[in-house]
């Protein structure tokens, strides 16, 4: 099966072999349901919810406002608090936190907590077990697609990241562009919006989400349609040519039907899209693929965040001069873009973008 066909063929078989009783993987309605069942009042419904998102609660005994009836009925049933827990956290040189994210059924995830102003970090979430896609410049795509993420264990990932931070610090953003391809697990990566957006539940408002894809086209329409988030683009080559060279997906979503979608995606106003560029050295970083670039997003609302390559073993691949770099924003500058050069962060624990997933030696 190639990595370009496989979102459609494999979305819906790739499941995780875990307890499917958990509180956890419950939205709201879904709790409101379950309470029903039990015959308990609707109330019930709302104070379990608080304390599995807003305050996080890791067992039902820590639900002290919730009668022991409720909670023996729950246990009863099978049900359980809490999907993953944390393994390792690494630290890097520049505050960054790498947490490996250990899964009921063995498998492991990694999620980042990016040092932005003080006292504020940005989390970036996994959404799968792997990666399908298989971009030769990003080392989870080497791993290949082992499952979909729950819609619990991306929540998960939130509630137990609070415990790694340093005090009075909080995550103000949250970014799907950990290991996997978001919307290629598109039901998973919906359902968690809805406890991280609710309220009553983690709290956070769709402006401060952002979701990125590698160009997976008609689940750019159906996100668009069904949940108002933030769009990252991955594009990272201004041509056919090298897109395909360098990320399979686009010999079956190529840049015309890419840029089709996100010219019709129903953007939230006073907001734009965001393009991710890693650049290549030799690759895709040369002038005349900046200038190409500046005429294939033109009449989009985009800013353009260039991300020189992170590097990791075994791919072939440089990172581009500083001075390259330099060039290519300020071309882009020039034709009047938004541009900015993301700094690199978590370098030195394989924390960078495109370095996430377990080393053999780990």
Request: contains cysteine; aromatic residues 6%; charged residues 20%.
């Amino acid at each position: 099966m190639s990595a370009a066909a496989s979102p459609e063929r494999s979305s819906l078989s790739i499941r995780a072999a875990i307890p499917p009783n958990n509180l956890t993987e419950l939205g709201r309605d879904a709790m409101r349901a379950l309470v029903a069942d039990l015959g308990q009042p609707a109330y019930r419904a709302d104070q379990l919810f608080r304390w599995v998102f807003q305050k996080g609660a890791r067992d039902l005994d820590a639900m002290t406002n919730v009668p022991k009836t409720l909670r023996a009925q729950l246990r009863e049933a099978g049900y359980g608090v809490g999907r993953v827990t944390v393994g390792r956290v690494a630290e890097s040189i520049d505050s960054t936190r790498k947490l490996s994210i250990k899964l009921q059924d063995g498998g492991v995830v990694e999620t980042v907590l990016i040092p932005m102003e003080e006292g504020q970090f940005t989390q970036c979430l996994s959404s799968q077990l792997g990666c399908a896609l298989d971009c030769k410049f990003c080392y989870t795509g080497t791993l290949g697609l082992s499952r979909h993420l729950t819609a619990g264990e991306i929540v998960d990932q939130v509630i137990v990241a609070r415990a790694a931070l340093p005090p009075g610090a909080r995550v103000t953003h949250l970014v799907y562009m950990g290991m996997g391809e978001p919307l290629h697990n598109f039901d998973g990566v919906v359902d968690s919006l809805g406890p991280i957006c609710d309220p009553d539940g983690l709290g956070y408002s769709l402006r401060k989400v952002t979701v990125s894809t590698s160009g997976l086209v008609p689940q750019i329409e159906r996100l668009g349609k069904t949940a108002p988030v933030n769009l990252a683009l991955s594009l990272n080559a201004s041509n056919d040519a090298v897109r395909d060279a360098i990320m399979p997906v686009n010999k079956r979503y190529p840049l015309a039907s890419l840029m089709k979608a996100l010219r019709e995606y129903p953007l939230p106003p006073r907001r734009k899209l965001t393009i991710e560029y890693v650049l290549l050295g030799g690759v895709n970083d040369a002038d005349a693929h900046a200038r190409e670039l500046a005429v294939l997003l033109r009449g989009l609302p985009v800013r353009i965040n260039l991300i020189p390559w992170n590097p990791f073993s075994g791919t072939g691949f440089e990172r581009p001069a500083d001075e390259q770099v330099r060039a290519f924003q300020q071309i882009l500058k020039d034709r009047d873009y938004t541009v900015t050069v993301r700094t690199t962060k978590g370098l030195d624990i394989d924390a960078a973008c495109g370095q996430l997933g377990e080393r053999p030696d780990a």
